[in-house]
């Protein structure tokens, strides 16, 4: 009997019947809104102040080739210190590390070390607010100094290390935990070492805007850099390549910038003297008809 009462009286629950708790009283949306705001504005100025003496502190290191290598060292023990033995992969680690202090002595690692510090700090004062274009100056005496620099240019084991491109795995990134602040510059990129990529996308493109005729001498330095490249190869059959194919195809975008500089006259002269010299060109074909373009539209 009794089984049969609790029986009727479970059937008599309508089904859906759960007690929900009640919402909390209306929230006072506005001062919410006014306290996010504030949160927001108190984590920038933080934010500011904290990326500032980062710059400063990298900055100091800068200064010089030896407190360059000291900064790098220090941060290489520092995102060292703590880490346990994980078998073959920290033991590999550990091979590359030894390999790197190898050339840390060396002079070439020294400076290039400093051009990365400087190039990292430009990064952040970009991100910390400073336009690129102010920082162009800068930028353009940086890329300078290294090409006057045929040691620094031809050190590669140096190189693969100052001159590596600035991420998430290098040791003064994980130091001063910055890695979100490397993405600021447009058209930069993240590596120190990348000259000709400055060169193409930062510098020659604000000397083209400003009409500017160094970017001709950008042309024939770059043409002068590759054929050493080239040459040191040492293998004929790519010399003849570079000197017949390469060559003649950056002397006519050199030419196109010659007339983007307002000196048309020049740039078809120079236009139809590499038509008349290359006429087994693989771009023959577009070069007349680009050319020919260029006369029909007149000046």
């Known amino acids: ?25 209306d929230v006072n949306r506005q001062q919410l809104i006014a ?15 904290g990326i500032k003496k980062v710059i400063a502190e990298i900055s100091a290191a800068a ?22 033995d994980q ?11 030894q390999q790197q202090e190898d050339v840390f002595g060396s002079s070439t690692f020294k400076l290039g070390m400093q051009f990365r510090l400087r190039y990292l700090t430009m990064l952040l004062r970009i991100s910390a607010g400073e336009s ?14 290294i090409l006057g620099d045929q040691k620094l240019m031809e050190d590669e084991e140096a190189w693969r290390i100052w001159g590596n491109a600035i991420g998430a795995d290098d040791p003064i990134v994980q130091m001063f935990r910055i890695e979100p602040y490397l993405k600021g510059a447009k058209e930069w990129g993240t590596t120190p070492g990348n000259i000709d990529g400055l060169i193409d996308s930062v510098l020659m ?53 010659i007339r983007n500089l307002d000196e048309p006259n020049r740039a078809i002269s120079e236009m139809m003297a590499l038509i008349r010299q290359n006429p087994g060109h693989p ?8 050319l020919k373009g260029l006369l029909a539209g007149g000046t």
Not at 1 to 20: D, I, Y
Not at 132 to 145: A, D, G, Q, T
């Open 63 to 84: 200064q010089s080739p030896l407190g360059a290598v000291k900064l790098y060292q220090s941060a290489v023990r520092a995102t060292q210190e703590g880490k346990k």
């Open 205 to 257: 493109p604000h000397y083209r805007e400003k009409k500017d005729p160094k970017l001709i001498q950008c042309w024939d330095d770059r043409i002068e850099r590759q054929r050493e490249k080239v040459d040191k190869g040492g293998l004929d059959m790519r010399m003849d390549r570079f000197e017949t194919e390469t060559v003649p195809k950056l002397q006519w975008q050199r030419a196109m910038d």
């Open 1 to 25: 009997m009794k089984r049969l009462a609790l029986g009727c009286f479970v059937c008599f629950v309508p089904a859906g019947t759960v007690l929900l708790a009640r919402d909390l009283p």
């Open 87 to 97: 078998g073959p992969a920290t033991r590999r680690t550990a091979r590359n590390q």
């Open 283 to 290: 771009d023959f074909v577009q070069w007349v008809a680009e």
């Open 132 to 145: 690129p274009e102010s920082l162009f100056p800068e930028l353009e005496r940086y890329v300078n100094e």
């Open 35 to 49: 306290e996010l705001e504030k949160m927001e504005q108190s984590r920038k100025e933080q934010w500011e102040v």
